[in-house]
């Protein structure tokens, strides 16, 4: 229902923006230049009147009304379910609400919860009805309070343009805020458990064993939080990933820009791209099906002992995932680099080889060294394919073709099933986290050195 409300308020807007266009023709006489500014901003104004207070109002009552009437419900409950303590009350009121809602109960309902349902969907029923009326009613009250206000002296576009910039510091604000809230999030999480563990283990320890027993009566194991096997593993796959994909994402990008014909590029890119579309999980059965079996095969030929899932099936299949990443950022990139600088290298008896390494490729390098850095973020954040291709297992080893694990595999390891937040086991996969993101951050500052020393401005 709230659905139609807001397409209701968009299409009020629209029609509020041609109104208030068309007024700002009639109090010109025609004459757009008596007007403080262009039309377009006065139905730009009108629209925002109509919108703006409605949309706020409607953001409110959706955001309070299900308190509000379950407050009422509770209110009108008998005494014994009114007074029962707070955390029986809450379990009671969320029977309440699977009832409503025609889902599975706890109980079979009695007299006194069909009763406070009916009272729920009466309300509810009534609260909906005041929100339409009280949305378009705003909306209504905000085009005439706009269209009487439109004259040629308003400044419809200071007005138009303030709204905006509110907006874009409200969004930018938010963003903010919200990867603060993120990273503060995992920050007392990790210190939380770094007070059960010693950092020094966790960064330096060379075994990872995270089960624990949870109450004093059980027996388990007391763990083992070394994170090293964890990295070394995500970082011997997303290496073996970007042997693949960056050269031959990098020397596909150089072909697709400077030596395909314009119809073998209108078939080649896209069909690259299509890479790039594929689920991980698909990703995943072809490297646990057919990519491990066949190096199995062939290692077991050579002689070699090679494990039924290993990081060399995880990692080519990965490297073939992110070549879509690497080549079409960088032929974006290469193509954008201006035709002048290439026509003055040819002028000047360069090859076009020549021209590549020495004009292309350094004018280019910024954009490139960003698609690369895309691609180790991305093969540094895969799971699935690890998950199906090399194991849970945390191994210590640079053998590629042994099996091993990664840092987002363990976190979703961790935090998978009933687990409680305060044991070892499930706090480190916030200390896995925030690792994860320092080695990004340092990533991040890398890429950002290297492209400051090689950018150059040109005309």
Known sequence: MFIYLFLSLLLLSAGAYHLGRKRAFVVANGHIR????????????????CFLPALIVFGLWITFQQGFIIDLVVAGMPPELRNLPPDQLNLVVNDLKNLVGGNFVSSAPNPAMLAAADHYRHLRTVGNAALWVTVLSLAILGVVHAWRAISPTLRARNRVERVVNVFLIA???????????????VVFESILFF??????????????????ALRADQTGSSGAFGSVPLF?????ISGIAMVIAVPIGLMSALFLSE??????????KPALEVLAGIPTVVYGFFAALTVAPLIREIGTSMGLHVASESALAAGLVMGIMIIPFVSSLSDDVINAVPQSMRDGSYALGATKSETIKRVLLPAALPGIVGSILLAVSRAIGETMIVVMAAGLSANLTANPLEAVTTVTVQIVTLLTGDQEFDSPKTLAAFALGLMLFIVTLILNIIALQVVRKYREQYE
């Open 34 to 49: 008596k007007l403080h500014s262009l039309p377009s901003f006065y139905g730009s104004y009108t629209a925002l009147w």
């Open 195 to 212: 007070q059960k563990v010693p950092i020094s283990e966790f960064l330096f320890g060379l075994q990872w064993s995270p089960q624990t």
């Open 259 to 268: 030596y395909a014909t314009p119809k073998f590029r209108a078939v080649a």
């Open 171 to 185: 969004s930018s604000t938010i963003a903010i805020f919200t990867t603060l809230g993120i990273v503060l999030s």
């Open 232 to 236: 070394a593993g995500t970082l011997l």
